[in-house]
């Protein structure tokens, strides 16, 4: 975590250029993409998709849509 926050500090990137830390992808919209960190010690970093939020931001959005202000 430490590399990813030096790098973001230094570079705005969190991704650092010939590190050979995993690199953190740009969330977007389409593909969701996230680094996640694991309790696990022999590799505790994957990047993984946002889809367990999709349902959930889909009601708030209904109900902001419904009842506004």
Do not use: C
Request: hydrophobic share 35%; net charge negative; proline share 6%.
């Amino acid at each position: 975590m430490t590399d990813y926050l030096i790098h973001f500090v230094n570079r705005g990137d969190p991704n650092g250029a010939g590190s050979n830390i995993i690199q953190w992808p740009q969330y977007d919209i389409q593909s969701r993409h996230q680094l996640t960190f694991l309790d696990e010690n022999t590799f505790p970093l994957v990047v993984t998709s946002d889809l367990y939020r999709v349902e959930a931001f889909q009601r708030l959005t209904e109900l902001s849509l419904k009842f506004p202000g």
